[in-house]
């Protein structure tokens, strides 16, 4: 399990253990915080830096380490 603080989550990188379209490094280029509940994630935006494309994600999903690896590996 990957440990994440959301305080450093924008512009952090993470790499998919199993790529999909040859998208394999990306990037987390957007960040939205709810202040009224003590700064919890609301969304999370990962860029492709192969294609350039971008998705939301639950941010959650980037702790599970059968799926994400932090940095570019």
Not at 18 to 40: L, Q, S, W, Y
């Amino acid at each position: 399990m990957n440990k994440i603080n959301p305080k450093k989550l924008l512009h952090s990188k993470w790499t998919a253990i199993k790529p999909v379209n040859k998208e394999k490094h990306f990037i987390v280029t957007e960040v939205e915080f709810d202040e009224a509940r003590e700064g919890m994630v609301l969304s999370c935006t990962l860029e492709a830096a192969f294609s350039r494309r971008a998705k939301n994600i639950n941010w959650h999903e980037l702790k599970e380490s059968d799926k994400w690896l932090h940095g570019w590996k």
